[in-house]
C-alpha cells in the first residue's frame, strides 16, 4: 500500500542536551512517551539539521526550510510573516514589521515595552488606521493587532527598501530611537521616513485615545507609542499547493508559524483554546489536523510550549509537557494512508535558554517505510537509525517519495 497523506508534527524547541537534573538525559530522553517509541519502533528515524550543521535556526526560518523554501532566498526578516499571521494580506514586495505598544513616560522615555501588558487594543489600532496618513509619500498602510501587546504594520508603496533599523530601545527608561537606513539606499532611506512619520502621526492619536485616559485613571500605563521592528520585504513565494500537487493546511497558535502556513498557501485551521504555551489544547490540534485530513492531502502541525521551557531553563517542566503531548499523540498510530513525521524545529537546550544548532531527532512513520531498528524517539536513539543525518531541506521530498510524489530525475 502507498499512502496518500502527509501528517508533518513538529514540535517546537523539543530536543535538548543532557540536563544534570536528569541524570544527564535530555527531557526527551528522560520522559515517559509511549506513543511517541511506538512511532519511532514502527517507522524510520534519524537526526536533522533543520538549516545546516552548526546553524542555529529561528523557528521561523526553520519552518520556511521545513516546508522547502530556502530561508536564504525567502527569508528577509521576520515582520512580513508575522503580518500574514495577523491577518493582512501581504502581496510580495510589501514591506512588514512586528510591532510592540509601549508606554512613553512624559518626559519622553520608554517606560514599559509592553505597555503595561495590555491586551485589548483593537480600538487603538482601528484608530491608528483611520488617523494616520501616509500619502504624501504615496504610501498605503495596514496596521493591525496581535496577541497581547503585540501588532503589526505592512506598507505598500512605490520605491520602498526593508533595510531599516528599528525604533525600539530593547530596554526601559531610554528614549524611543529615531529609525535609519541601515543601507545608503534610496529605497531605505524612504522607508525609514515614512517609518518615523507612523511613529510621530501614531504617537498623537495614541496620546490622546480614550481608551489610555481610561487606563490612566485605572493607573495603568497608556499604550501610547508603537515600537517596530524585524523589517522585511514580503517574497514571492510559489504556492504549495502548485510545487508539491498537494492541498495543505496549517495548525499553529504562534502566529509567526500560521503566517509562514500562511504564506506558501497553506489554509489556517483555527482550534478553540490554543495558546502556544504549556496550557494549549494540543488535544484539540491532533483532533483538528486529523479531522482536516479527511479533505486535505497535507496537515502541518505545530505544538510550541517545549520551546518555552527551554527557554526558561526548566528541564523537569520541559520533559512534563513532553509527557503531556504523548498523551494525546494515540490517534497517530493509527491514521491510514497517510505518512506521519514527528520532529522538532531546533532543539532549545535548556542548559543555555536560546536555540541551539544541535540535530533533532526524526520519525517518518507510516507505508512503506523501511523499518530500522531504533526502539525509542530520543536524540541520541535516532542517530542510530536509517535516515542517518539529513537536512531539513531533504525531509519532505523523503515523504513525498513515499506518497509517490516525488518527480523523477533523469529518464
Ligand atoms: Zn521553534
Ligand atoms: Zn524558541
Do not use: W
Not at 545608503?184 to 489610555?212: M, Y
Amino acid at each position: 500500500m502507498t499512502a496518500h497523506k502527509i501528517l508533518f508534527l513538529i514540535i517546537d524547541g523539543l530536543s535538548d542536551r543532557p540536563c544534570p537534573e536528569l541524570g544527564n538525559r535530555t527531557p526527551l530522553e528522560a520522559a515517559n512517551h509511549p506513543v511517541l517509541d511506538r512511532l519511532a519502533a514502527g517507522g524510520v528515524c534519524g537526526i536533522m539539521d533543520t538549516i545546516a550543521a552548526g546553524i542555529r535556526p529561528g523557528s521561523d526560518t526553520a519552518h520556511l526550510a521545513l516546508l522547502g523554501y530556502d530561508p536564504r532566498k525567502y527569508y528577509t526578516g521576520r515582520g512580513p510573516l508575522e503580518c500574514v499571521g495577523s491577518g493582512i494580506r501581504m502581496e510580495p514586495g510589501m514591506i512588514g514589521f512586528r510591532c510592540n505598544y509601549a508606554t512613553l513616560s512624559p518626559e519622553g522615555l520608554v517606560i514599559d515595552r509592553r505597555a503595561g501588558r495590555i491586551h485589548d487594543t483593537a480600538d487603538l489600532s482601528q484608530a491608528v488606521q483611520d488617523g494616520v496618513d501616509l500619502l504624501k509619500f504615496g504610501v498605503e498602510f495596514v496596521f493591525r493587532s496581535g496577541a497581547g501587546h503585540r501588532a503589526a504594520l505592512a506598507l505598500k508603496g512605490e520605491g520602498l527598501g526593508h533595510c531599516v533599523s528599528s525604533n525600539d530601545p530593547k530596554k526601559d527608561h531610554v528614549a524611543p530611537l529615531t529609525i535609519i537606513p541601515v543601507k545608503d539606499q534610496a529605497q531605505d532611506k524612504k522607508t525609514a521616513e515614512v517609518c518615523n512619520e507612523f511613529i510621530r502621526q501614531s504617537g498623537k492619536i495614541l496620546f490622546d485615545h480614550p481608551v489610555n485616559s481610561e487606563r490612566m485613571r485605572d493607573g495603568l500605563g497608556p499604550a501610547n507609542i508603537i515600537l517596530m521592528r524585524g523589517a522585511g520585504e514580503m517574497g514571492n513565494f510559489e504556492p504549495f499547493d502548485k510545487k508539491y500537487g498537494l492541498s495543505g493546511s496549517v495548525i499553529a497558535a504562534a502566529s509567526l508559524i500560521s503566517g509562514i502556513g500562511n504564506a506558501v498557501g497553506l489554509t489556517q485551521v483555527p482550534v478553540a483554546g490554543i495558546t502556544g504555551s504549556q496550557n494549549s489544547n494540543i488535544k484539540g490540534k491532533i483532533t483538528a489536523a486529523i479531522t482536516e485530513l479527511e479533505r486535505k492531502d497535507f496537515v502541518l502541525v505545530n505544538i510550541k510550549g517545549a520551546d518555552e521551557s527551554g527557554h526558561d531553563g526548566l528541564a523537569i517542566q520541559k520533559k512534563a509537557f513532553i509527557e503531556k503531548i504523548d498523551t494525546v499523540l494515540g490517534p497517530l498510530l493509527d491514521i491510514r494512508d497517510c505518512i506521519v513525521i514527528v520532529c522538532a524545529d531546533h532543539s532549545t537546550p535548556c542548559s543555555i535558554k536560546d536555540h541551539s544548532a544541535d540535530p533533532v531527532p526524526v520519525i517518518i512513520y507510516g507505508d512503506g517505510v523501511r523499518v530500522d531498528y531504533v526502539k525509542e524517539y530520543g536524540e541520541r536513539a535516532c542517530a542510530r537509525g536509517g535516515l542517518c543525518r539529513i537536512t531539513g531541506a531533504e525531509l519532505l521530498p523523503t515523504a513525498l517519495d513515499l506518497i509517490n510524489q516525488a518527480h523523477k530525475y533523469g529518464a
